[in-house]
C-alpha cells in the first residue's frame, strides 16, 4: 500500500468518526478552518524493501475555545470509536485493522497528551499512531 493510498484511507475513516463536528484536514488546516479540527500527518518514512512497514501518524486535534471538550470528545472518538445509541457504528484507530478491501494495515495507540500553544486561547491534544501494513 503506498503512503498516498494509506492517507486517502485514514482520512474517509477518520471523516466517519469526527466528521459531523470537526473538520479533517491532510498535513495542514487552511488559513480559514474553523475551529474545532483536525490535521493529520505521517512525518516519518519506513524502509520500503521490507515485508511488513511501520509508519508512525500523529493527528493534532485544535480548538481556539476556553473550553476544550470539543477537542478532547473528538480524540476519545477517534481512539475508542463512534457510538450511536450505545452500537459501535465506526471503529475507531486504536487496536483497529482493514481487511483487503481497504488494504491490510493494524493500527494502535502510542501517545496522548496535551500540548502547549504560544496562543492563550489555543487549545491543542495530540495523538499518535502506529500503523502496521502487510
Not at 7 to 15: F, P
Not at 123 to 134: A, E, G, L, P, T
Request: proline share 3%; net charge negative; aromatic share 12%.
Amino acid at each position: 500500500m503506498t503512503l498516498k493510498q494509506l492517507k486517502t484511507r485514514v482520512k474517509v475513516r477518520l471523516d466517519n468518526l469526527v466528521g459531523d463536528f470537526m473538520e479533517v484536514y491532510d498535513g495542514k488546516a487552511g488559513t480559514n478552518a474553523t475551529f474545532p479540527y483536525l490535521v493529520f500527518k505521517f512525518p516519518n518514512a519506513s524502509n520500503p524493501a521490507r515485508k511488513q512497514v511501520h509508519r508512525r501518524m500523529e493527528i493534532d486535534f485544535w480548538d481556539n475555545s476556553a473550553d476544550d471538550s470539543n477537542i478532547l470528545d473528538g480524540a476519545d472518538i477517534v481512539k475508542n470509536g463512534k457510538y450511536v445509541d450505545d452500537i459501535l457504528s465506526v471503529v475507531g484507530l486504536d487496536f483497529s485493522t482493514q481487511d483487503e478491501t481497504e488494504g491490510f494495515y493494524s493500527c494502535w495507540w502510542e501517545f496522548e497528551g496535551e500540548i502547549p500553544d504560544t496562543e492563550t486561547d489555543i487549545s491543542r491534544i495530540q495523538q499518535r499512531y502506529v500503523f502496521k501494513i502487510d
